[in-house]
C-alpha cells in the first residue's frame, strides 16, 4: 500500500493518493481543486483508477470531481447519501454535476486490488462525513485533525455528532496513521494523548 498527499485548492485540502502497488489500482481521495495537477501527478503513476472517494461534500473536497470523472470515465465516485444532495449550494455542489453518483454508509467496503476500504459514517463536521479505513490508516476527513478537530457549525454540523464520531475513532483499536482532510498527518496515539477534543470525547 502507498499513499501520496498533495494539498490542493486555496485553502490546502488534502487529496491523497491512495494504491495497491502490486496490482498496479489507485483511489483519489477528496480532489478538492486543480484537477489539471491532480492528472499530472496521475500520468506519473503506473496504475488504474478505479475509484474516486469523498469523506464529504464540502467543495474544498470535491471541486476536481466532475474534471477527474471526465478523465478517469471508469472510476466509481462515492460520497455518503447525505452530503449528496446539495445541487446549488456553496457547500454542497456536486449532485447534479456527476452522472452515476454512487453512495457509501457506514459498514460497506470497497476492494482495491488487495486492499480493503472500510466507511465508517462519522458525522458532525456533515451529515453525510465519513472516515475511510484501510489497513492501519484512517482517512478522517474533517472529523479529526492532528491535535484538533472539524468546525460544527456549518450547515448540517453538530458538536455532539462530532464529538460522539471522535469517541469512536479514538476507541479503535491500534495506533492508526491519521491522514486528516487539512494540515499535516498525525497517529492515533499521539491524539489520544494531545487532543483536547479527542480527550473530550473518551471522557464520555
Given at each position: 500500500?502507498?499513499?501520496?498527499?498533495?494539498?490542493?485548492?486555496?485553502?490546502?485540502?488534502?487529496?491523497?493518493?491512495?494504491?495497491?502497488?502490486?496490482?498496479?489500482?489507485?483511489?483519489?481521495?477528496?480532489?478538492?481543486?486543480?484537477?489539471?495537477r491532480?492528472?499530472?501527478?496521475?500520468?506519473?503513476e503506473?496504475?488504474?483508477?478505479e475509484?474516486?472517494?469523498?469523506t464529504?461534500?464540502?467543495?474544498?473536497?470535491?471541486?476536481?470531481?466532475?474534471?477527474?470523472?471526465?478523465?478517469y470515465?471508469?472510476?466509481?465516485?462515492?460520497?455518503?447519501?447525505?452530503?449528496?444532495?446539495?445541487?446549488?449550494?456553496?457547500?454542497?455542489?456536486?449532485?447534479?454535476?456527476?452522472?452515476?453518483l454512487?453512495?457509501?454508509?457506514?459498514?460497506?467496503?470497497?476492494?482495491?486490488?488487495?486492499?480493503?476500504?472500510?466507511?465508517?459514517?462519522?458525522?458532525?463536521?456533515?451529515?453525510?462525513?465519513?472516515?475511510?479505513?484501510?489497513?492501519?490508516?484512517?482517512?478522517?476527513?474533517?472529523?479529526?485533525f492532528?491535535?484538533?478537530?472539524?468546525?460544527?457549525?456549518?450547515?448540517?454540523?453538530?458538536?455532539?455528532?462530532?464529538?460522539?464520531?471522535?469517541?469512536?475513532?479514538?476507541?479503535?483499536?491500534?495506533?492508526?496513521?491519521?491522514?486528516?482532510?487539512?494540515?499535516?498527518?498525525?497517529?492515533?496515539?499521539?491524539?489520544?494523548?494531545?487532543?483536547?477534543?479527542?480527550?473530550?470525547?473518551?471522557?464520555?
Amino acid at each position: 500500500m502507498k499513499v501520496k498527499v498533495m494539498p490542493v485548492g486555496p485553502i490546502g485540502t488534502n487529496c491523497y493518493i491512495l494504491e495497491d502497488e502490486q496490482a498496479q489500482v489507485a483511489a483519489i481521495i477528496d480532489p478538492g481543486d486543480e484537477a489539471e495537477r491532480i492528472l499530472s501527478v496521475m500520468g506519473e503513476e503506473n496504475v488504474t483508477v478505479e475509484y474516486i472517494l469523498l469523506t464529504h461534500g464540502h467543495y474544498d473536497h470535491t471541486t476536481a470531481v466532475p474534471a477527474l470523472h471526465q478523465a478517469y470515465p471508469q472510476a466509481k465516485i462515492y460520497i455518503h447519501q447525505a452530503d449528496a444532495n446539495g445541487a446549488g449550494s456553496r457547500l454542497f455542489p456536486l449532485a447534479g454535476q456527476v452522472e452515476g453518483l454512487l453512495s457509501y454508509d457506514e459498514g460497506d467496503t470497497l476492494s482495491l486490488g488487495g486492499l480493503t476500504i472500510e466507511v465508517l459514517h462519522t458525522p458532525g463536521h456533515s451529515k453525510g462525513s465519513v472516515t475511510l479505513k484501510v489497513g492501519d490508516v484512517l482517512f478522517t476527513g474533517d472529523t479529526l485533525f492532528a491535535g484538533d478537530c472539524g468546525r460544527t457549525d456549518l450547515s448540517g454540523g453538530s458538536y455532539e455528532e462530532i464529538l460522539a464520531s471522535l469517541k469512536r475513532l479514538g476507541e479503535l483499536e491500534g495506533n492508526f496513521h491519521v491522514c486528516p482532510g487539512h494540515g499535516g498527518t498525525s497517529t492515533m496515539d499521539q491524539e489520544r494523548r494531545g487532543n483536547p477534543y479527542l480527550r473530550e470525547a473518551m471522557s464520555r
